[in-house]
């Protein structure tokens, strides 16, 4: 009999410890000490954008005025959530909807955000709102992964700004939390690991890097700790071009400095200034998470935008022949050269005006784009009405400038 109450003990205890364990290694997933707001933007850039708008400074008062007359950014915006976002193939396409309301929500965020003025939290609230109580899926051609990486990590970091705000609910939240999840990085994580069934480097570097970009903002949004180590780990090793030794694959030195070649870089300009945009969007958010890096391998992403940037300001970079499994470029491409993407006030703040280092073509390239756009970086919107005007959120001047 005694035996017998020992082992019932002992079966107790061993099935109590059991659930404390599956406890623990659940909260080491979910519930880790992220930073919030820890995306593209903490607590303390907040500040620094409200003090710089309040002061009437510039060029952060360039860049407010462009947000502010920006129609994405007017609390009277109104929200065309879709049950099903078709991006590719033979449907009606209507994703130009999604991106859209993502430039807006992110836009009425920061309104919000440095003015305190809670109409336009409600009205990014409602855009989140109804996608999350409407969205089912992204369908069409394999560009709906395009679809799911890039308009994924800009609701993300709206709602990351939206999250402290106390008109948004609880179950708001979690609805939209369900469906970063179970629409975005369900599409994120399943084309990093299969890439379309195709060949690992079948894919270009920015297919990889948006669907990166969404999976780390998911991972913060949702403090879920194996979402965003996924990022991290699959930046320094994956198996595809989003891997960074393989997106920036050939360095050079040249007058003293390290530039590299991007993947894209014999492809055509504009993807091959996406690439950065997105390497900084990535880095930016992981640095605000605590993990450096713009830092890793020796300031990689800088020696390549350095290169994007210098060939972009219509200086001669080297250029080695580029092979993969579908095509052999062996000269760099002129096409699109020059383009104007709102990307590189990110880079140029944290390598030069935080770190203090060489980031001159970074910020020859920033300069140029600031002056065709009127002196300081808009956002959605302000760069043509197709996609890739909308592909980063912008608004760098003000967001990211340190001084």
Not at 179 to 187: A, D
Not at 191 to 205: G, K, M, P, S, T
Request: aromatic share 12%; charged share 15%; glycine share 10%.
């Amino acid at each position: 009999m005694g035996f017998e109450i020992i082992s019932i003990n002992f079966k107790s205890i061993t099935m109590v410890l059991i659930s404390q364990i599956a406890f623990f290694v659940f909260a080491l997933n979910t519930v880790s000490a992220f930073v919030h707001p820890g995306m593209l933007h903490t607590e303390a850039d907040f500040t620094r954008m409200k003090a710089k708008v309040s002061a009437n400074a510039a060029p952060w008062i360039t860049g407010w005025n462009k947000l502010i007359s920006n129609s994405h950014s007017a609390s009277t915006y109104v929200a065309r959530p879709q049950a099903i976002v078709y991006r590719g193939g033979d449907q009606s396409q209507n994703y130009n909807i999604l991106f859209n309301d993502a430039a807006a929500a992110y836009a009425l965020s920061l309104r919000w955000k440095i003015t305190g003025n809670t109409s336009f939290a409600n009205t990014a609230v409602g855009v989140l709102d109804g996608w999350s109580s409407t969205l089912t899926s992204i369908q069409g051609s394999s560009d709906k992964y395009l679809a799911a990486g890039l308009y994924g990590y800009q609701l993300a970091n709206a709602a990351e700004i939206l999250r402290g705000y106390a008109g948004w609910t609880n179950a708001g939240q979690a609805n939209f939390s369900t469906m970063l999840q179970n629409v975005f990085y369900s599409m994120n994580h399943d084309f990093l690991v299969r890439h379309n069934d195709a060949a690992n480097d079948h894919y270009w570097a920015n297919w990889d890097l948006c669907n990166l970009a969404s999976v780390i903002s998911i991972g913060i949004f949702t403090s879920n700790q194996t979402m965003y180590n996924e990022a991290i780990t699959y930046f320094k090793g994956g198996v595809g071009n989003g891997n960074i030794d393989r997106m920036i694959w050939k360095l050079y030195t040249v007058d003293g400095q390290v530039i590299g070649q991007g993947q894209e870089a014999g492809r055509d300009q504009g993807h091959a200034t996406l690439d950065f945009a997105l390497l900084g969007t990535i880095a930016q958010m992981a640095y605000n998470q605590g993990d450096d890096l713009f830092a890793y391998e020796n300031n990689k992403i800088l020696a390549g935008s350095e290169y994007c940037s210098k060939y972009n300001v219509g200086e001669d970079v080297p250029y080695t022949s580029y092979t993969n499994s579908d095509v052999t470029q062996s000269v760099i491409s002129n096409s699109s050269r020059g383009n104007i993407r709102p990307m590189n006030e990110l880079l140029y703040a944290h390598y030069h005006e935080l770190k203090g280092l060489n980031a001159q073509w970074t910020g020859n390239y920033r300069d140029i784009v600031n002056n065709a756009s009127g002196g300081a970086e808009g956002g959605g919107g302000n760069y043509g009405p197709n996609s890739g005007g909308y592909d980063q959120l912008g608004y760098g001047t003000l967001t990211f400038r340190l001084s």
